[in-house]
């Protein structure tokens, strides 16, 4: 208790921090904001170990390390060529992030079409503070959620998106998020909004990135409404550092027969959980939750993930692979909500996790809560290892023992991968598996 | 479509079949706990000091701990001080034959459905019937004993052979379990103690009738169950309760413990009084149930009917230690009106080579909410453990709930876990089928339950699955559309 106190008073300090270097800004109304998100994140504190949302999670070593809030100074030095790796290089539009600055000489906008705005956050609000920051308040995103609560209360910069309606926007718009060399020990709070209007349709694509090998804190926040009809796929790749800390929220509002996709591909962070609240709201909306997470070291890699079906003929589809290494852990928590009135719900959740050595660990809890009858709602949950006549047939067809042990890892992970349309970043996921083959010696546990 | 309704809600709004009361000056001590009322208790029993003093530790620990609100559940705060923590029928003689037994007492199990002397001759069923807290009648007992059998009452148990009880009381639940465990560990009335013996195969199902009367009064069971090496049991729990206003309180505690090569089948038909449409009244069942395999090869299996108690808060577990044990777990739960149940089943795999299968049936009608809350555990050193998990629900009316929760907790990458569940009401199609074929959707509804249930049924004896069938048409039949 006393230690929850600590790290609590630890981020309000570096508030106070934050807030000298803001100087004449202070009085805003965005500031106004931030200082009722530190005021509500003071009163809910962090979660404890007895809170059950957080049961497999063990946030004390997020918790024990002290995180500094932003510098105020973009840093300067990154090229287009240190990047160059992570684009897709393929005519998408982009925004760049370096430490939570907005980096518009990395940033890519050119030839947007009308009624499509993608621009910084702190540019938006900085122009139409007063409409922002009333809907942010109507929106009660930190009242209830410490990281939400942080996330408002460091509110620096993010992505601001909306797709007018009708537009269908072919390009996809990739959103990358650098930690810099100089991040160590630094913290950031990215936070996006998104917008479709009626029709629109479009794909995100969220990429967190370390550029430095010392521990950094990202807890960022995408907040998504998708009005009637629209269509978003929502991909979300995290390859930060071992040593890093990445909280992140994503919550989505649907309207009446939107679709929303969402792939979430986790592969780096020594800590990360990532929630996922989906609330359908109109009739006839539906959702696609896929999961794609690699653990290898002592990677804590937590999803949890909700979908609210609020009204009737809602559907819902949900899938998550995961693969542990190593001593890392896996936990995963998907509640499937179906409120009185959500008749004729279809909803479907599926999540495997293989264990590829003795001392990974997996941790599931599938939910369901049901409150209508004329309803299809399944969930199933599998832990296993690779399945020895598999490989056994693969070897008797001369492919030795550890390429048929990476094949079928390869092809567990693809239930996945197969699914994401952007096929640069489908290039750049299975690239990611692939190296993770050279470098684990995890394939020799006894079969 | 209406007219099925009415006729449905006709159906699910009869009364309660076994509710009566029956009239039996009993002894018993006034309301409230303290360590006064336990040794009173204790005294009033005639215990051995050290289980007195195991009482009072568990009620020390207990002090200490919180009331869990955790489950799914929702009721009035209990006062622990006004329950009356010990009653007993009067007349406590002992007796050698029937005849000798109080006629009222006879009458309540005839009511019940239980003639004694028909069951001893023909059902083979051997009897320990528990009229509120202390056993009144044993029978077959002669039999039993030949083959070195213990089937007593527990605080037989504690004057007879107290080096067993002593040996396994609080091996598998610790009394300071929980919270309704440790309640139940200082308190604990009487309830059933059975040991089965090196390599005996016990020739009859034993079965014990809980049956909760006297006003106000928490029944706190505490059964004891050890099947020695290579033995086989067959346990028989069924309970009905009389209609009561005030809710009342139940905490039993039941500990299994299982012995190399040994078999413990434990069933349960469990229709308390569950309160009435308005949801007033109705028992608050809070039970721990707990069974561990502890060498090789030994084996438990838990099968439940649960379609009583306003509210039910039970979760059989088996804790496979042994290599090669294997553990499982077979429920039915219905609930109706403003029932709740937060029912389901831990599998705490320890040992190699161990297999659980766990399959839970949920109903859902009314207004009522049914949560399946389960665990499955495999430790680091159960290599090659297997688990088969099916929950799954079934939705009767649209006002009530159904829930799943289960946790799945992996630390061996040779186990293989499979969990699956749905949730679905039954389908108009398949009613349309039955119609088709001239049955009315009554029987159609009927049909289908069953059929639903069937997996579960199958693994009660005879007997107790005809009863099951009887009891789920009873606060079912019809109320589906």
Redesign the interface.
């Known amino acids: 208790m006393k230690e929850q106190h600590n790290s609590v008073q630890k981020f309000i300090k570096q508030f106070e921090t934050f807030e000298q270097h803001l100087n004449g800004r202070k009085s805003s109304a965005v500031h106004r904001l931030r200082r009722k998100a530190l005021s509500d994140f003071r009163e809910i504190g962090f979660p404890g170990s007895k809170n059950e949302q957080w049961r497999f999670t063990d946030l004390s070593a997020l918790l024990n390390t002290l995180f500094e809030s932003h510098h105020l100074n973009p840093p300067a030095g990154l090229r287009k060529a240190d990047i160059n790796s992570f684009t897709f290089n393929n005519n998408e539009i982009q925004l760049v992030f370096v430490d939570g600055f907005f980096i518009p000489e990395l940033s890519d906008r050119e030839q947007l079409p009308d009624n499509v705005v993608v621009d910084s956050l702190k540019t938006v609000y900085s122009h139409q503070a007063e409409p922002f920051v009333s809907e942010m308040e109507n929106d009660r995103l930190f009242q209830d959620d410490s990281f939400r609560a942080l996330n408002a209360a460091f509110l620096w910069d993010g992505a601001f998106i909306e797709i007018g309606s009708g537009v269908e926007l072919n390009r996809p718009i990739h959103l990358l998020f650098f930690a810099s060399k100089e991040a160590d020990g630094k913290m950031d709070h990215p936070h996006n909004r998104i917008y479709l209007r009626k029709g629109a349709s479009a794909k995100i694509v969220e990429s967190f990135i370390s550029l430095n090998t010392g521990t950094h804190f990202t807890n960022a926040l995408s907040r998504v409404e998708l009005a009637e009809n629209a269509r978003l796929e929502h991909y979300h790749l995290q390859n930060e550092n071992l040593q890093s800390f990445h909280i992140g929220n994503t919550l989505v509002k649907q309207d009446r027969s939107s679709f929303y996709a969402s792939t979430s591909l986790t592969f780096g962070g020594k800590l990360t959980r990532n929630n996922i609240v989906t609330s359908l709201i109109g009739e006839g909306a539906e959702t696609v939750l896929n999961g794609l997470y690699m653990g290898q070291a002592d990677q804590h890699i937590d999803n949890n993930t909700v979908i609210r079906h609020e009204t009737s003929a809602g559907t819902s589809h949900e899938l998550y692979q995961g693969i542990l290494m190593n001593r890392s852990r896996g936990v995963f928590s998907g509640l499937i909500l179906v409120q009185p009135h959500a008749q004729k719900t279809d909803a479907r959740q599926s999540n495997n996790a293989l264990l590829l050595s003795d001392e990974a660990r997996i941790d599931s809890k599938p939910q369901l809560e049901i409150y209508a009858d004329d309803v299809k709602c399944t969930h199933g949950a599998t832990v296993g290892r690779l399945d020895k006549e598999a490989i056994f047939y693969l070897r008797a067809r001369g492919i030795d023992v550890q390429e048929a042990k990476n094949m079928l890892t390869f092809a567990f992970a693809e239930k996945v991968t197969e699914k994401i349309s952007i096929q640069p970043l489908r290039r750049i996921v299975e690239s990611l598996i692939l190296k993770r083959f050279k470098t684990i010696e995890h394939f020799n546990i006894e079969m | 479509m209406s007219t099925e309704t009415e006729r449905i809600e006709k159906m699910a709004n009869r009364e309660y079949r076994y509710g009566f009361i029956t009239d039996i000056e009993t002894d018993s001590l006034p309301a409230g706990l303290n360590e006064d009322i336990i040794r009173a208790l204790s005294a009033k029993k005639k215990e051995p000091e050290w289980l007195l003093e195991w009482r009072l530790k568990a009620y020390r620990s207990w002090l200490k701990m919180e009331e869990p609100h ?1 489950a799914h559940i929702h009721y009035d705060p209990i006062d622990y001080q006004k329950i009356v923590y010990y009653s007993a029928p009067k007349n406590k003689k002992k007796y050698d034959s029937l005849d000798e037994v109080d006629p009222e007492l006879l009458r309540t199990y005839e009511k019940l459905g239980i003639p004694l002397e028909e069951q001893k001759v023909l059902a083979g069923v051997a009897v320990d019937a528990v009229f509120d807290s202390v056993s009144v009648a044993t029978t077959f007992k002669e039999k039993l004993s030949e083959l070195g059998i213990i089937f007593c009452s527990f605080s037989e148990a504690v004057r007879n052979h107290p080096e067993l009880v002593r040996k396994y009381l609080g091996s598998v639940v610790p009394p300071n379990d929980n919270f309704f465990a440790a309640l139940n560990s200082a308190v604990f009335s009487d309830g059933s103690f059975v040991y089965i013996p090196k390599g005996v195969r016990c020739p009859m199902e034993l079965s014990t009738y809980f049956r909760i009367n006297a006003a106000d009064t928490g029944q706190f069971e505490r059964t004891l169950i050890i099947a020695d090496e290579d033995s086989y049991v067959s346990y028989l729990e069924g309970c009905t309760a009389p209609q009561r206003d005030e809710n009342q309180l139940h905490a039993a505690v039941v500990e299994l413990v299982s012995h190399r090569n040994a078999y413990l089948k434990y069933s349960t038909v469990q229709n308390w009084y569950p309160g009435d449409k308005e949801g007033k009244g109705g028992i608050y069942n809070f039970v721990t149930k707990r069974g561990i395999c502890k060498e090789e090869n030994a084996k438990i299996s838990w099968t439940q009917v649960e379609t009583g108690s306003a509210i039910t808060w039970k979760y059989p577990s088996v804790i496979l230690k042994g290599d090669h044990s294997v553990g499982e777990f077979y429920s039915v739960a219905m609930t109706n009106n403003y029932q709740q149940a937060d029912t389901g089943t831990k599998m705490i795999h320890l040992g190699r080579n161990t297999r659980s299968t766990i399959v839970s049936k949920g109903i859902s009608a009314g207004k009522s909410n049914n949560s399946y809350r389960g665990l499955v555990k495999i430790g ?1 050193n159960a290599e090659n453990s297997r688990n088969y998990s099916q929950c799954d ?1 079934l ?31 039954i389908g108009e199609d398949q009613i349309f089928y039955l119609n088709q074929r001239g049955i009315s959707t009554e029987d159609a509804v009927s049909m289908i339950v069953n059929g639903y249930c069937k997996e579960v049924f199958r693994e009660l004896p005879m007997e107790f699955a005809v009863e099951a069938q009887n009891l789920l048409n009873l606060s079912l039949e019809g109320s589906v559309g």
């Open positions: 955790w680091k629900s939705l009767i009316g649209d006002q009530c709930g159904a829930h799943t929760f289960p946790y799945i907790d992996i630390q061996n990458p040779t186990a293989q876990m499979e969990h699956e569940a749905t949730t679905s009401k």
